[in-house]
């Protein structure tokens, strides 16, 4: 709650901000490439398999972004700058863990399986604001809300039959993102870091196989560190 406040207050004290007119151009074309500390939860998994997990993948980063934006540009007021926005994302999930195959209907063999290579693209929508602090650089607050359509779940060893795929269209989360641009004529480039983030609970992995005890709750506030970089045209 800390942090969506405090994006919150960041993002109305730039609108607040009067001065020269802003000089971001009406349109961007990005891309953005991520990284995410990876999600160990595994709550009460049988003791002597968790511990082996976690033993086994001690490295804090995991989880892998790719996006492609375009943006709109709204209005100025000032130094300050709205911008509407829509693209395409991809995120990979590395960390090996049980999941729930039987989601799927391909698979209803009653074993236990595990995966290390989970991918979900997304289809977001995004509001930001860019304040400039002078003509090379300026900072950003942005609120995302995405949308899944399609995920697939494999494993890079073992001969497990992989993968599962599933085309589905589904709200998925919303998040918050605080960054600093550097513009070079028509060249942007950024760095971000995300603020908040809300969530659907992905059932697939988080259910009775690791005894989750959230089985009455659909939605949750879980934000693992996460940075962006940024490249984009502007015209």
């Known amino acids: ?54 033993r086994m993948q001690p490295e804090f980063w995991g989880t892998y972004h790719l996006g492609f934006h375009i943006q709109r540009k709204l209005f100025n007021k000032g130094r300050l700058a709205g911008m509407l926005g829509v693209g395409f994302t991809f995120e990979k999930a590395t960390f090996d863990r049980p999941f729930n195959h039987l989601h799927f209907d391909v698979d209803n063999f009653l074993i236990l399986r595990h995966q290390n290579d989970y991918k979900k693209y997304k289809v977001p929508i995004s509001y930001g604001l860019f304040f400039e602090i002078n003509e090379r650089w300026s900072v950003n607050g942005a609120f995302s809300a995405n949308f899944l359509f399609f995920r697939s779940i494999g494993r890079d060893s073992y001969s497990e039959p992989t993968p599962y795929r599933e085309g589905t269209f589904g709200f998925c989360d919303i998040n918050g993102t605080l960054g600093i641009f550097y513009k070079l004529n028509n060249i942007l480039i950024g760095f971000n870091m995300r603020a908040f983030n809300f969530q659907k609970i992905d059932k697939i992995i988080f259910n009775s196989l690791i005894k989750d005890p959230r089985t009455d709750q659909t939605w949750e506030w879980y934000n693992p560190l996460r940075f962006d970089l940024t490249v984009g045209y502007t015209w």
């Open 1 to 54: 709650m800390k942090k969506i406040m405090l994006s919150l207050g960041v993002l109305f004290l730039i609108q607040s901000a009067f001065g020269q007119t802003a000089s971001i151009s009406n349109w961007i074309l990005s891309a953005n490439v991520g990284i995410e500390a990876h999600d160990k939860r595994l709550f009460d998994y049988a003791r002597p398999e968790r511990e082996a997990l976690l």
